[in-house]
């Protein structure tokens, strides 16, 4: 490829509308461009990375047993109302009418659609398992959608499924499939952790999302360097301590004027935040009143809360008046009838508790449940931090914040038995499928690949996932030196290399900052000083070195470098 012909629009400064490291580098280097908010057209240089990418999935994929197919991206709102899903997806479905009245969806996944495709096709045990994938452009219609390519309204997606005929066999599917996300991510060049995740609008008891790491993450995790645990901060359960309160746990009103914060209430008593009991008042979706208590020093986990009581919210002052409830000194004793009281698990053996006395300005130590006050639910309602002990080993969890790109489930029979989709097993009984989910974001894989791999100076493409792999920069616009570079291009491409060939008639400065923007894995240098004595220069990338090569070894000695590290 010749870069004079290449259709790479580059900017010299970062677009004031990104803000993510991939998201500047990708426009700068000319790789996408916007259409509209959440909408990128992926140029020649990006549409190249994310062919390679499709190409290790499809080939981890197939290595696992799947198969490859494709759906329509149009999908019934029929299938959405058979499962479930079609009001609780919420706004982020996209739906439309047709001319005659009929609703369909621009599938986001295609659970429902596989689903309907295999009812009445798959009979017996003896056609399970199987695995089906496609590779599809995706639509949600993110209320913001930001960072470019990690959170769009259409982005390219491998989706999975499986259906098996016992649990036995589910689980092989869905560890095969977690093994090839594994490899996936490393073939991608991604450092990645497979974290327990909670599983969201697809539904399914479990999941694992493989996040790669980067300051940039959207997503909080908590990991152990001592056992390997990881998990979502939204998923992660964990056993804290809690401080008793201060006394012989006798219930004592105490004057605190002013007090209404976590912070205010532990210097108060001089203890630390987790010797106070953090009371949140809420109204679920079905209107009723709930008091959430935690320990002072975590926070109420939204994503548990959801799970718990479905859509909700926090009071607002109007509610917390009309609910007989004061911001600030809310607590378990003397709580205003008709509030349902929820209390974290991590304060089920605390028998002295430091809290709020539902009267402004005072609060109670030496609260005792059952003796004083009435739990309704004990749940696991905190977010896990940094600090707080690893639940399978005890030692201090890490935090990190990571990318999504890629998740698998175990759906279990959440669609099939909604749906009626059922074979017939060994001992003649018709039974629900057994389902798998396994998803790849190949659009943010690209995306997650830039944040881990670039520079001041621009991209650095592992080899794997390169648009090209060698780039060949020519000093001079023309002469010996242009025609030496065009020739060691030409041998380069004839033994198998990808090659981008930077004939621009441009100073050698501008076409250094350029090809180190675009992240060419190597590059060499050929100029008239280095031809006199019969070698080019040769820049990796990566690191920076650069080596002079004899012009009669370079290809043989740029095919070793670069073979051995293609997926």
């Known amino acids: 490829m010749l870069m004079s012909r290449l259709y790479a629009p580059t900017l010299k400064e970062d677009p004031a509308e990104a803000e993510l490291a991939s998201h500047k580098l990708m426009l700068r280097a000319g790789m996408i461009r916007k259409q509209a908010a959440g909408l990128y057209s992926y140029l020649p240089l ?64 295609h659970e429902e659609t596989v689903t309907d495709l295999i009812t009445n096709e798959l009979k017996s045990y003896k056609q399970l398992p199987v695995n089906l994938y496609q590779i599809q452009d995706k639509f949600r219609d993110e209320m913001r959608p930001r960072f470019g390519l990690m959170r769009g309204r259409e982005f390219i997606m491998k989706d999975g499924y499986s259906f098996n005929a016992t649990q036995e066999s589910l689980q092989e599917t869905y560890d095969a499939m977690k093994q090839a996300y594994a490899n996936i991510c490393e073939r991608c060049g991604i450092k990645a952790l497979p974290v327990v995740a909670d599983s969201g609008q697809i539904g399914g008891d479990t999941s694992v999302e493989f996040m790669a790491l980067a300051d940039a993450g959207e997503a909080a995790l908590v990991y152990c360097d001592s056992c390997g645990f990881a998990a979502d901060e939204e998923a992660a359960t964990t056993t804290v301590a809690v401080t008793e309160g201060p006394g012989d746990g006798t219930l004592t009103k105490v004057h605190t004027p002013g007090l209404g914060s976590i912070e205010d209430v532990a210097a108060f008593f001089g203890f630390p935040e987790n010797g106070t009991r953090k009371s949140l008042a809420l109204i679920t979706g079905g209107g009723e009143p709930v008091v959430c208590i935690v320990p002072g ?45 929820v209390v974290d698990e991590n304060l089920r053996a605390s028998k002295s508790w430091t809290c709020g006395a539902n009267e402004l300005d005072y609060h109670y130590t030496g609260a005792c449940p059952d003796r004083d006050f009435t739990v309704d639910e004990w749940a696991d309602l905190i977010t896990v931090h940094a600090g707080d002990p690893c639940p399978h080993c005890g030692k201090p969890l890490q935090g990190a914040r990571g990318i999504e790109v890629s998740q698998v489930f175990q759906l279990g029979t959440k669609y099939s038995a909604a749906m009626g989709a059922t074979f017939t097993d060994e001992d003649g009984r018709e039974k629900p499928f057994l389902m798998g989910c396994y998803g790849v974001g190949v659009s943010r894989t690209l995306a997650a690949i830039v944040e881990q791999h670039n520079d001041e100076q621009g991209i650095i493409w592992p080899v794997s996932v390169a648009p090209y792999e060698v780039s060949v920069i020519s000093l001079d616009k023309k002469g010996e030196a242009f025609d030496a570079a065009e020739n060691l291009a030409r041998e380069l491409s004839s033994a198998g290399v990808e090659v981008i060939f930077d004939d621009r008639a441009e100073r050698p400065g501008v076409k250094f900052a350029d090809n180190d923007l675009m992240g060419f894995p190597y590059q060499i240098v050929v100029g008239k000083r280095g031809l006199a004595n019969g070698t080019v220069e040769l820049k990796d990338r990566a690191t920076g070195e650069r080596t002079d090569v004899a012009v009669d070894e370079l290809v043989k000695h740029v095919c070793s470098l670069v073979l051995p590290k293609r997926s």
């Open 46 to 109: 990006a549409w190249r990375s994310l062919k390679k990418i499709e190409a290790i999935v499809r080939d981890e994929m197939d290595a696992a047993g799947a198969q490859e197919m494709l759906m329509p991206i149009l999908t019934d709102a029929e299938l959405w109302r058979e499962s479930g899903r079609w009001g609780a997806y919420g706004p982020e479905l996209m739906r439309v009418t047709d001319r005659h009245g009929r609703e369909f969806a621009l599938g986001p996944t």
């Open 297 to 341: 020093d975590h926070e109420l986990n939204d994503c548990k809360a959801e799970k718990l009581f479905g859509s909700y919210h926090l009071m607002t002052e109007e509610e917390l008046v009309e609910h007989g409830l004061i911001k600030g000194f809310i607590g378990p004793v003397n709580l205003p009838k008709g509030i349902r009281l």
